[in-house]
């Protein structure tokens, strides 16, 4: 019997990567053959460029012709150590930074260019040439987090669990010992004054206010460990959403810490669609998944803990590996370590379009986009349904 594994003869482009913009309304995606640009709602093709050669890492600069493009693939483009600023204008790159060791992450703004390597944030002015402004050292970052704000930076700390946060203009730096164990994932809001974080445990959500570092709640995705794919704060600091390898979007209330998410969550316990809201006191939260018993005491923990107010199914595809070296370049297997066969491509990416309406994106060979929006539901809380999808590959 022939037990050989059988030859991929699929022309068909892979996605190695998929992240959205700053202000979600495009994401990027990374091919084995180029890369492209999508609008975010509807799904649509913007920009296609085919390099004939693998795109890993995609970054965009909002919607400017600045591109921060890294090698990947079966055939990069480029070294995986080298960070390539693509002028799509003139079609050529402008700028190239190049590191003694693969590169997982890039962050980009109108002043910085953020790389983020296994151990290190190496922080550049975004100029010609980039000035090298500093470096930080971070515990191991198989999964390359990085969140670059107007005026802070969020990263893992040296020691596993803890996050650095640095004031990009001033240089302080301020450290929150998020975790006991290693981070799994970071989301800084729009605004830069709200920091969610995940550790690789994977039940308990936790955010923190940037400006004094405390902790402002702690939520809880479920009781069994999960690998968390994706953090996502609303556009006014009012709800989280999460996606996790259960293949299950979470939508979260976050209580009000300023003046802007106060007045958000203070029209949504005024309004008739949806069940309890967060206001500093969780026990309205609490109630929506445990009733009663979340108000004994003594009992566990996990019958007063904050849960999500509504859930969905997103899809994961049946991808169990990308085939041969495709995976390098996805973040989602660095955890693997770069240059490790197989491994699951990257899913479960949100993006909030507005504060009740987010995309889901996911890469790999059934690279998918969906769209979810939160309604009234038949009791009158909220729920989270799918209003489309698409397989943005197939489709385009």
Same mark, same amino acid.
């Given at each position: 019997?022939?037990? !050989?594994?059988?030859?991929?003869?699929?022309?068909?482009?892979? /996605? +190695?990567?998929?992240?959205?913009?700053?202000?979600?309304?495009?994401?990027?995606?990374?091919?084995? #053959?180029?890369?492209?640009?999508?609008?975010?709602?509807?799904?649509?093709?913007?920009?296609?460029?085919?390099?004939?050669?693998?795109? @890993?890492?995609?970054?965009?600069? @909002?919607?400017?012709?600045?591109?921060?493009?890294?090698?990947?693939?079966? *055939?990069?483009?480029?070294?995986?150590?080298?960070?390539?600023?693509?002028?799509?204008?003139?079609?050529?790159?402008?700028?190239?930074?190049?590191?003694? /060791?693969?590169?997982?992450?890039? !962050?980009? &703004?109108?002043?910085?260019?953020?790389? #983020?390597?296994?151990?290190?944030?190496?922080?550049?002015?975004?100029?010609?040439?980039?000035?090298?402004?500093?470096?930080?050292?971070?515990? $191991?970052?198989?999964?390359?987090?990085?969140?670059?704000?107007?005026?802070?930076?969020?990263?893992?700390?040296?020691?596993? %669990?803890?996050?650095? +946060?640095?004031? =990009?203009?001033?240089?302080?730096?301020?450290?929150?010992?998020?975790?006991?164990?290693? +981070?799994?994932?970071?989301?800084?809001?729009?605004?830069?004054?709200?920091?969610?974080?995940?550790?690789?445990?994977?039940?308990?959500?936790?955010?923190?206010?940037?400006?004094?570092?405390?902790?402002?709640?702690?939520?809880?995705?479920?009781?069994?460990?999960?690998?968390?794919? /994706?953090?996502?704060?609303?556009?006014?600091?009012?709800?989280?959403?999460?996606?996790?390898?259960?293949?299950?979007?979470? =939508?979260?209330?976050?209580?009000?810490?300023?003046?802007?998410?106060?007045? &958000? =969550?203070?029209?949504?316990?005024?309004?008739?669609?949806?069940?309890?809201?967060?206001?500093?006191?969780?026990?309205?939260?609490?109630? *929506?998944?445990?009733?009663?018993?979340?108000?004994?005491? +003594?009992?566990?923990?996990?019958?007063?803990?904050?849960?999500?107010?509504?859930?969905?199914?997103?899809?994961?595809?049946?991808?169990?590996?990308?085939?041969?070296?495709?995976?390098?370049?996805?973040?989602? #297997?660095?955890?693997?370590?770069?240059?490790?066969?197989? @491994?699951?491509?990257?899913? %479960?990416?949100?993006?909030?379009? /507005?504060? $009740? #309406?987010?995309?889901?994106?996911?890469?790999?060979?059934?690279?998918?986009?969906?769209?979810?929006?939160?309604?009234?539901?038949? $009791?009158?809380?909220?729920?989270?349904? !799918?209003?489309?999808?698409?397989?943005?590959?197939?489709?385009?």
């Amino acid at each position: 019997m022939n037990t !050989r594994q059988a030859i991929d003869n699929s022309s068909s482009p892979v /996605s +190695l990567s998929a992240a959205f913009n700053q202000d979600n309304s495009c994401f990027s995606v990374g091919l084995d #053959t180029g890369f492209c640009v999508f609008n975010s709602d509807p799904c649509e093709l913007r920009v296609g460029r085919d390099f004939g050669a693998g795109i @890993g890492l995609v970054e965009m600069l @909002g919607r400017a012709n600045y591109i921060a493009l890294v090698g990947g693939g079966k *055939q990069p483009k480029f070294p995986q150590n080298k960070v390539i600023i693509w002028d799509d204008a003139k079609q050529k790159p402008v700028i190239t930074l190049e590191f003694r /060791s693969p590169i997982y992450c890039v !962050r980009l &703004s109108r002043t910085r260019i953020i790389v #983020t390597l296994c151990n290190s944030i190496h922080v550049y002015a975004f100029s010609s040439p980039p000035e090298k402004l500093s470096v930080f050292e971070t515990a $191991d970052n198989p999964f390359g987090l990085c969140c670059l704000g107007d005026r802070v930076l969020a990263f893992p700390g040296r020691t596993p %669990g803890q996050v650095q +946060l640095v004031e =990009i203009e001033r240089g302080n730096v301020s450290i929150i010992p998020a975790h006991s164990a290693a +981070l799994r994932a970071l989301d800084l809001s729009p605004d830069g004054e709200v920091l969610a974080t995940a550790s690789e445990t994977g039940t308990l959500i936790r955010i923190w206010s940037t400006a004094n570092c405390s902790r402002i709640a702690e939520l809880r995705r479920g009781v069994d460990q999960a690998a968390i794919f /994706s953090l996502a704060i609303s556009p006014s600091n009012a709800l989280l959403a999460t996606t996790s390898d259960k293949s299950t979007l979470h =939508i979260f209330d976050l209580p009000h810490h300023s003046s802007r998410s106060e007045s &958000s =969550i203070t029209r949504r316990q005024q309004s008739p669609v949806g069940g309890p809201a967060v206001n500093g006191n969780s026990d309205d939260t609490n109630s *929506q998944k445990w009733g009663i018993l979340g108000k004994i005491p +003594l009992l566990p923990r996990v019958f007063s803990d904050v849960y999500s107010f509504a859930s969905a199914h997103f899809e994961m595809g049946d991808e169990v590996s990308l085939p041969g070296q495709l995976a390098r370049a996805s973040i989602s #297997t660095a955890a693997l370590g770069l240059g490790v066969l197989g @491994g699951r491509p990257l899913k %479960g990416v949100v993006g909030w379009l /507005s504060d $009740d #309406t987010l995309v889901v994106i996911g890469a790999g060979r059934d690279g998918r986009w969906e769209k979810f929006v939160l309604v009234e539901g038949e $009791d009158r809380r909220r729920v989270c349904v !799918r209003q489309g999808w698409k397989r943005y590959l197939s489709d385009s």
